[in-house]
């Protein structure tokens, strides 16, 4: 009876390890089948015609037109949206001179999104009577004739640059100065001005809309060049005609009374 009940204990235990076997080979099955289904789908979604370009959409762009986008972008129909080829596109994007960023956004099924962050005109220049627009930077962004191209943005007159080039960026240093003193203006002075003359860096010269004219000078001690002008111009703006703020410790103002009688 004994023996009886030692082989029955061991037909039992032998039961539950060949249970436990099955259930762990059955657990391996299924981990093999949902791998396979992931990696077979994977697989089928890769391939699939959702990510074959077939229309592009452009956002920011407001000086640059949709056609001058494509063409320049160049991208073969039905390229594939997970193998994009970003960076060259970008940089070919990035030689038109309005384009100062790019970056890319997709929209399924098979729509590319081109965002387009564009240069903003920070003023005018002319150059051998042609007028160019420039960004903060001095990046000269568009060419035009002999005209304005932009009446919002300040006009800087009176520089010497003797190449120039669109997409380019200028590194001249009267520029450069023009540029730091203009973006250190206080709003409302800077709103008051119609040009910019810069024949060198110690004669550079604003003039306003009332026609006055302001020797500035070099972009040094501006934040108390900006108060002295401030302070002249506030109590006696239609009386004052010239102000030279060149020498902040002795400023020279010149008013209609001063002028000589003829």
């Known amino acids: 009876m004994n023996k009886g009940n030692s082989l029955s204990a061991k037909e039992k235990r032998d039961q539950k390890i060949r249970r436990r076997r099955r259930r762990r080979s059955i657990v391996w099955v299924v981990v093999v089948l949902a791998v396979g289904s992931v990696l077979i789908g994977a697989f089928v979604l890769y391939n699939s015609s959702i990510w074959r370009l077939k229309k592009i959409e452009v956002n920011g762009g407001k000086h640059i037109t949709l056609r001058k986008i494509k063409k320049t972008a160049a991208i073969a129909p039905n390229t594939d949206l997970l193998k994009f080829p970003g960076a060259l596109i970008r940089k070919r994007l990035l030689s038109i001179a309005w384009v100062q960023e790019v970056n890319f956004d997709r929209k399924l ?106 020797v500035y000078g070099p972009a040094k001690s501006m934040d108390k060049k900006n108060i002295i002008i401030d302070k002249i111009l506030n109590p006696d703006k239609k009386k004052i005609i010239y102000i030279n703020v060149t020498v902040v410790e002795n400023p020279v103002v010149r008013k209609v009374d001063n002028l000589p009688l003829k």
């Open 109 to 214: 099924p098979g729509t590319l999104i081109i965002n387009v962050t564009e240069r903003r005109p920070f003023a005018e220049i002319t150059i051998n009577k042609i007028h160019y627009l420039i960004d903060k930077r001095g990046f000269v962004i568009n060419r035009g004739g002999k005209r304005r191209l932009d009446r919002s943005v300040l006009l800087i007159e009176g520089l010497s640059i003797s190449k120039i080039r669109v997409s380019k960026r200028l590194t001249s240093k009267p520029l450069q100065t023009a540029i730091k003193v203009i973006s250190n203006l206080r709003g409302d002075l800077r709103a008051s001005l119609k040009s910019i003359a810069v024949p060198s860096i110690s004669k550079l010269t604003l003039f306003t809309k009332d026609n006055v004219e302001i």
